[in-house]
Each structure stands twice: as structure tokens, then as C-alpha cells.
């Protein structure tokens, strides 16, 4: 499955699991020039402008910035980087979010290392890749569905940036350190975004955060 490695495609992995990021850069190097590993969401946006690579296999749950948001802050920026999610979120309303967000490709971690291998020559290929795993859908009707669909998000993508944050269990400080504005900032989003979605505590926001897939339910801890 070698090809000549002056004409390979290059890669950009991303994965808060080291161990995961050093076995699956294992396994696509002998096809793809493996260009950068980073784990967390902000060093992915920084990594890929940098960069530029042919394509992106990234994680949803990441730290600092979410793949689904990075994902959406590269679509504009790097029209010609194809970026795969490869996942535990078995969610096909996830994977549709993806696609909306400027994904070519959605697979399971669970799947078989040929299939994503699949998945990067469709995508690299100019086409698309949704596992089978997760949807019995057509793959046309899929993507259509996903890319002609309303996003469930009712928040901005500053405010995401905050929620993940502060779902993560950082100090508004922190939080405000992370993204460069000021803590009065970032409580005027958390508590705009309580009022706007109806909720009363910082409870009921870090479960509304699990459900967008921003942190896992293992990560759950209230905000300060």
C-alpha cells in the first residue's frame, strides 16, 4: 500500500490521546507524509494554518477548542484541506453537524484500520466519506441531508468557545487567559448564554455542552 514518497499526501493528526495520536501516525505513515500530531483543538487551528495540509484526521472531544469548531474555524481559511473525523461519537446527528461544519469524512475509532484508510482517498479524492456504522443512508442522501439541514446549535462559535471552557471545569480567568478577552467577558457570555437557552445553573450548562459534544459526560464538572 506504499507510494512513491515524493508525491504522498500530507497529513495533520489531531488527538488529546497521546498514545492514540503515536499509533494511528504508526500506522499512516508507510502511504502519507504525517506532517504535525497536536492534542488539543487550539493547536490543530494554529498547526494546520501553519501548515497547510493535504488533509486533517482529527477527534470531536479535544480540549481548549472542540474538532467541530476548529473544524469550522479552518473550512474558510483552508478551502483546500480535507478534514475526517475519526470518533467515539456514534451520533449520526453529530456526524451530520460535522458534514455542516465543512467535514469530508466521519468514522468510528471502533472501525477497522482499512476503513480509514477508505476514507482518506475518498476525501483526498474530492469526495465524501460518512461510515456505514453509523447511518443506513444512501452516503448522497446522507450529506445532502446534512449539508441542506439546520445546525441544532443555538449559540455563536465565541460562545461555544466559552461553554467548552468553562464545562471543562476552568476558572473564568483561565478561560479568558485561553481565548485573550477579559473575564468580565466571559461571564457575560456564560450568563447570556444561561439566559438564552433558559437555564438557572452552572449545572444545567455543562450538561447542555455534554449534549453538543463539546467534553464527554466524563469530563462533566461544573463551571466556576
Given at each position: 500500500m506504499k507510494r512513491d514518497?515524493?508525491?504522498?499526501?500530507?497529513?495533520?493528526?489531531?488527538?488529546?490521546?497521546?498514545?492514540?495520536?503515536?499509533?494511528?501516525?504508526?500506522?499512516?505513515?508507510?502511504?502519507?507524509?504525517?506532517?504535525?500530531?497536536?492534542?488539543?483543538?487550539?493547536?490543530?487551528?494554529?498547526?494546520?494554518?501553519?501548515?497547510?495540509?493535504?488533509?486533517?484526521?482529527?477527534?470531536?472531544?479535544?480540549?481548549?477548542?472542540?474538532?467541530?469548531?476548529?473544524?469550522?474555524?479552518?473550512?474558510?481559511?483552508?478551502?483546500?484541506?480535507?478534514?475526517?473525523?475519526?470518533?467515539?461519537?456514534?451520533?449520526?446527528?453529530?456526524?451530520?453537524?460535522?458534514?455542516?461544519?465543512?467535514a469530508a469524512g466521519y468514522l468510528l475509532k471502533k472501525a477497522v484500520a482499512s476503513e480509514l484508510f477508505t476514507a482518506l482517498e475518498r476525501v483526498l479524492s474530492g469526495r465524501f466519506y460518512i461510515t456505514p456504522l453509523i447511518s443506513?443512508?444512501?452516503?448522497?442522501?446522507?450529506?445532502?441531508?446534512?449539508?441542506?439541514?439546520?445546525?441544532?446549535?443555538?449559540?455563536?462559535?465565541?460562545?461555544?468557545?466559552?461553554?467548552?471552557?468553562?464545562?471543562?471545569?476552568r476558572a473564568m480567568k483561565e478561560a479568558a487567559d485561553l481565548l485573550k478577552i477579559s473575564p468580565r467577558t466571559i461571564a457575560f457570555h456564560k450568563y447570556t448564554m444561561m439566559e438564552q437557552l433558559g437555564f438557572k445553573t452552572s449545572a444545567e450548562l455543562v450538561q447542555y455542552a455534554v449534549r453538543l459534544g463539546l467534553v464527554s459526560s466524563e469530563e462533566n464538572r461544573p463551571s466556576t
Open positions: 514518497l515524493t508525491d504522498r499526501p500530507r497529513l495533520l493528526l489531531a488527538d488529546d490521546h497521546a498514545i492514540l495520536l503515536e499509533a494511528f501516525k504508526r500506522l499512516l505513515e508507510p502511504v502519507y507524509e504525517v506532517v504535525g500530531t497536536v492534542t488539543n483543538g487550539r493547536a490543530l487551528v494554529e498547526a494546520a494554518l501553519r501548515l497547510k495540509p493535504d488533509a486533517i484526521v482529527a477527534d470531536i472531544g479535544m480540549p481548549q477548542l472542540n474538532g467541530l469548531d476548529a473544524c469550522e474555524e479552518l473550512t474558510g481559511q483552508l478551502p483546500d484541506t480535507r478534514l475526517v473525523f475519526l470518533t467515539v461519537n456514534e451520533d449520526p446527528d453529530i456526524a451530520a453537524e460535522a458534514i455542516r461544519r465543512g443506513s443512508e444512501p452516503l448522497a442522501v446522507f450529506i445532502a441531508r446534512a449539508q441542506h439541514g439546520h445546525g441544532g446549535h443555538k449559540l455563536s462559535l465565541r460562545q461555544r468557545e466559552v461553554l467548552q471552557l468553562l464545562a471543562e471545569g
